[in-house]
């Protein structure tokens, strides 16, 4: 079997992406261990696929120059990731136009969709709206990661047809020692001008969390999960201002890849992470993990997961110290290890959901 993964992929330096990328293909093998899999992203697409624009998208369709309509049927499957995220309007709807072209295509290529475990919503517009109705309706499974998001997609007249978790808790988990303190994941993304959060907070929140950890003795280790690339949202420059800008010096870690990032956060006694899969790697390995969180894509997944650790930006009035009473909390780690046995069993469910798409493919 041939399975193509859309947005998501094994090399972006965003190392959220390769955890969804890696997550899903681990997913599928618990199905069919032998399947071969093909991953389509911004940045390493194939020559027939022009995911640049919607323009080219539909020139393409109507043309058939490039051949995209006879690349997307040599594949069995199509697991459609939208980014973890994407699947919503606030990105703007020209992304989500796009993505929903692609998989749209893909349908009639005679290739059966699949919406693997993600965010759905939110859509705010009545054009953001149409078009998810449309890809909710075209695909032959529905997977939601929260609640939030099974009721966006109920709400849209297409029900999930599972509700599950995260794909990271497919992956295996390193065997590390914890050698390691408080690892602290600084966004790039929230660091610089950014429509979720107003940044110069962010950066006082950041100054905060340090200055309190430093004061209860604990030992700081910063943590990039965005690495090089052209995006200005990479979470090595804002570690570079930050270290700039304090009197000591810490250690930091730069993953060279996703198990890299794995291992680091599988080190630590506990996480700060402002970015959702710096949490969801560190959770997903055992450690405990308390989220900055930023849009909603955080609370319902881990709420859902009975974890309530999380820290809103975007309401909190005081998020470095509601950050640091969850990091002195005794029952933390109890709590981490129950949560794994809730995700398992979210997972067994998207497993059992695929297996049966995949007995249709094989039909």
């Not at 990271?168 to 020692?177: G, S």
């Not at 909190?316 to 909390?329: I, Q």
Request: aromatic fraction near 4%.
């Amino acid at each position: 079997m041939r399975t193509l993964i859309l947005w998501a992929d094994d090399a972006s330096p965003n190392l959220g992406v390769r955890a969804l990328g890696a997550g899903t293909a681990a997913l599928l093998r618990r199905v069919e261990p032998d399947t071969e899999i093909v991953f389509q992203n911004y940045g390493m697409r194939a020559p027939q696929l022009p995911i640049g624009r919607l323009r080219s998208l539909v020139k393409e369709r109507v043309t058939g120059r490039n051949g995209m309509q006879r690349w997307l049927a040599g594949f069995d499957l199509v697991v459609d990731t939208r980014s973890g995220d994407s699947f919503a309007d606030i990105y703007g709807t020209r992304r989500l136009a796009v993505m929903s072209a692609v998989a749209e295509f893909a349908t009639q290529a005679g290739v059966p969709v699949v919406l693997g475990p993600q965010t759905i919503g939110p859509f705010d517009s009545p054009l953001g709206r149409r078009i998810a109705r449309r890809s909710l309706r075209r695909s032959q499974l529905v997977m939601a990661r929260d609640s939030a998001s099974a009721d966006a997609a109920r709400a849209l007249g297409r029900p999930a047809d599972v509700l599950t978790t995260d794909v990271v808790f497919a992956l295996p988990r390193p065997a590390v020692a914890k050698t390691r303190d408080v690892v602290l994941n600084v966004s790039g993304l929230l660091w610089n001008a950014n429509p979720h959060v107003d940044n110069e907070a962010y950066r006082r929140t950041v100054h905060r969390l340090l200055d309190g950890l430093a004061a209860e003795g604990r030992e700081v280790t910063l943590l990039a999960h965005v690495l090089e690339s052209d995006n200005p949202d990479s979470d090595i420059h804002a570690i570079s201002e930050l270290q700039a800008q304090r009197s000591q010096r810490l250690e930091t870690v730069v993953p060279r890849d996703l198990d890299d990032v794995r291992r680091t956060v599988a080190s630590a006694q506990v996480v700060l992470g402002s970015r959702m899969h710096a949490c969801l790697n560190a959770l997903s390995t055992g450690t405990p993990a308390v989220p900055l969180a930023y849009s909603r894509k955080f609370g319902p997944l881990l709420g859902d997961l009975g974890w309530t650790r999380s820290v809103d930006l975007r309401t909190s009035a005081d998020a470095a110290g509601e950050a640091l009473a969850h990091v002195a909390d005794e029952a933390l780690s109890a709590d981490a290890t129950r949560l794994l046995g809730v995700a398992g069993e979210r997972l067994d469910a998207a497993a059992s959901a695929l297996a049966q798409s995949v007995e249709r493919v094989a039909a």
